[in-house]
């Protein structure tokens, strides 16, 4: 089981979320967004500042994981993309580490860019589709 702390408030966050839910039969994935209004209060451990900056992930151990490792293990847990795990190798993990953080810092103005909106037309409403 992986828990993923998303940004529903990202277009292209909340639908590369809604793609995993939808592929997810085996029930391993649990999606929480962190701008939910009862969010604090459910997962009191997590900053949710630090979460919008980096996607985070809490594996079943409790563990915390964080970027490129969530979203590669999501993906792993899907079953879909397997090539996504060269990633995680170690000269390729330093390179693809830096373009995420790239990428997360970003992802409003990218997601703006490529759909035409900023931010979610739900979330805008403070209601995510999710």
């Given amino acids: 089981m992986l ?9 292209l966050c909340a639908a590369e979320m809604q793609t ?4 997810d039969t085996q029930k391993k994935l649990q999606l929480e967004d962190i701008h939910a209004d ?3 209060e459910k997962f ?10 980096l996607l985070h992930g809490q594996l ?3 563990k915390i994981i964080k970027g490129l490792d969530v979203t590669c293990l999501a993906w792993k847990l899907v079953g879909k993309h397997k090539w996504m795990q060269m990633l995680r190798w170690p000269v390729i993990r330093f390179f693809a ?9 970003y992802r409003h103005q990218i997601s703006s860019f490529v759909t035409g909106k900023p931010r979610c037309e739900s979330c805008l409403k403070d209601r995510c589709d999710l």
């Fill in 38 to 40: 009862n969010f604090s």
């Fill in 44 to 53: 009191p451990y997590i900053d949710k500042v630090e979460a919008d900056r």
């Fill in 60 to 62: 079943a151990n409790g």
């Fill in 97 to 105: 580490d830096i373009g995420y953080k790239f990428f997360a810092r």
């Fill in 3 to 11: 828990t993923i702390f998303y940004d529903g408030h990202c277009p």
């Fill in 20 to 23: 995993l839910q939808s592929l």
